[in-house]
């Protein structure tokens, strides 16, 4: 499976500022997905990071607040804009090849907003 | 809307003492279940995938197991180790793209 890795791993933000996320993967990948992961529950997904085009966001997630980026196959960017205290969560991204619908997960980053 | 409900929310298992997690499922046309390890402080590790009623799947003390409604995963003699939050998902037909939908979580602590 690819390695995936994540910057930063943990931060402490202001409310009301930004902070982006960086997500690189070892090999090329098809699909790269972002997640969050709020204090003691489970995994929702935000977006599809797609290759050259727009995001795809879920229900409830807006890009105005979440821009994603992905400049090419091994590499996708996410932004918390305009933070408050309760964007405080595990940001995670996972990917998936072509013919497998498997998801392997970056190792998160960790978001406190004051 | 597909659902996951996992149980037990934590277990606390004695070094040997075999058990089993719960992950019932409310899917339009499952494309998928899966199982993965969550380690404190870290990301899901993916662990099995299993795709029709009746499939099982095994990993050192692991099992995965499969019904059309629920999948079982299977814990034979755990060590220490396997202490973490197990993590079921499911990917449907009606879901767009590769969206899993994921359950809170079995939190498993196995003691010494």
């Known amino acids: 499976s690819a390695v995936i890795s994540q910057k930063p791993s943990r931060d402490i933000c202001q409310r009301g500022t930004s902070l982006t996320i960086q997500c690189q993967v070892d090999?090329?990948?098809?699909?790269m997905f972002w997640y969050r992961q709020q204090p003691g529950q489970s995994l929702t997904l935000i977006a599809t990071?797609?290759?050259?085009?727009?995001?795809?966001?879920e229900s409830g997630f807006v890009i105005d607040k979440f821009p994603i980026s992905r400049p090419n196959l091994t590499f996708s960017t996410l932004t918390v804009s305009n933070m408050s205290p309760e964007d405080s969560s595990i940001y995670l991204c996972?990917?998936?090849?072509?013919?497998?619908?498997?998801?392997?997960f970056g190792p998160g980053t960790r978001l406190t907003v004051t | 809307e597909d659902q996951v409900t996992q149980s037990p929310e934590a277990l606390r298992l004695q070094e040997g003492e075999s058990s089993s997690l719960n992950c019932s499922y409310t899917?339009?046309?499952?494309?998928?279940l899966f199982w993965y390890r969550q380690d404190p402080g870290k990301g899901p590790e993916f662990l099995f995938t299993?795709?029709?009623a009746g499939e099982e799947k095994e990993k050192e003390r692991l099992k995965a197991t499969l019904t059309k409604k629920e999948s079982f995963l299977h814990i034979t003699a755990p060590k220490p180790e396997d202490s973490a939050t197990y993590l079921c998902?499911?990917?449907?037909?009606?879901?767009?793209?590769?969206?899993?939908?994921f359950g809170e979580g079995t939190q498993l602590t196995v003691n010494p």
């Open positions: 299993l795709y029709s």
């Open positions: 990071a797609n290759q050259g085009s727009e995001a795809t966001y």
């Open positions: 090999s090329q990948v098809t699909m």
């Open positions: 996972s990917v998936r090849q072509e013919n497998s619908y498997e998801q392997y």
């Open positions: 998902a499911v990917r449907s037909q009606e879901t767009s793209g590769s969206r899993l939908t």
């Open positions: 899917v339009s046309g499952l494309r998928g």
